[in-house]
């Protein structure tokens, strides 16, 4: 894994480069505007119609761009321009999936099926996801799975997508009985993080893209986590430079993991921290009116609980999680999350996590910044009195 800086220097316009050192190495570029050279490193990384084999792009090489409504409004332009045209070429088409995590399923992967199958794409077309973590999840999803597998670059636009979810090659859509129970592991051939895009989101989903990166600088480490706390205020109002250096650091910190462990089951774990807790509550409100960043926020504070009841960890753990959370306009407690959520809504989806394992719970908990265990056979009372205690507000 590398991070080197780009053009211009260390300033915030400045472009860092993270290598992620996969089965498929790639790099994922950080910076304003990088939008804007789009068209460059997909040449760069193998995956511009015109430089695969050889052959131009008028070879029935194609790029399909998947983006919802909303983000095609602000940046599909911008996109397209960064590809080297105003308009859709011949070769490249658009797809627009519906707007929000009720859309992250296998309804939707098979309608882009069909818009693949009908403009006659083939293996080598390139799928851009253009948007949050719902798209890159299907357009990951569907990569992996159109003819046993097609390139994806990735260019999130959300910060929950930048520091995560468009990171590590984890693809998947949701069912009914959980989140992403149907998925694959397929790794981008590139990501572009321009961090210039944040500037239109509204405020919680800013916010949540922020419990994503409170969650790695818990996993980071001390320093990480002390510098995110004295940023709060210039992350809240998205200065560019202090993006440009969180989405950079959360970037370096998760390439490291998935270096380690690209399928998931050893040390890439610790990237889970709050997700049990978190995928549990979107479950049992159905998906509906709960964010995803908020839904991790209270589970990080559920696990810290957890933790401190299991003497794996000290109550000033717990108060400090609360206290980052909290000054970065994040809920901590399931009253402060709509639907009501009691600890008896969320104990059934529990059973359906991805980390069960020879029928026991597992539970990705932190002893410490930097600290991090996956505990398994933990009683079933002292988990439900970490959620019951997160039904309150007496925070401490």
Known sequence: MRCGGGRGGSGAGSVAVVRVNTTVPYDVHVGPGVLGEAGRILSAAGASPANRAGRSSGAGRSHVIVTNPTVAAHWLDGLEAGLGGQRPLPDRHTAKIGDGERYKTLETASCLYDFLIDRRCSRDTVILSLGGGVVSDVAGFVAATYMRGVPVVHFPTTL????DASVGGKVAVDHPRGKNLIGAFHQPRAVVCDVAVLATLTEDVFREGLAEAAKTALISGEDMLTQMETNTSSLARRDPAALRELVTACVRVKAGLVEQDEHDTGPRMALNLGHTFGHAIEAADGFETVRHGAAVSVGMCVAARLAELCAAAPPALTLRTERLLSGLGLPVRLSQLPGALRASDITPHLRQDKKRLDGKQR????????????????????????LTWAEGDDRR
């Open 363 to 386: 539970y990705v908990l932190a002893r410490g910044p930097g600290d991090i265990t996956v505990a398994s056979g933990i009683a079933e009372n002292l988990v439900h009195a970490a």
């Open 160 to 163: 929950l997508a930048q520091v």
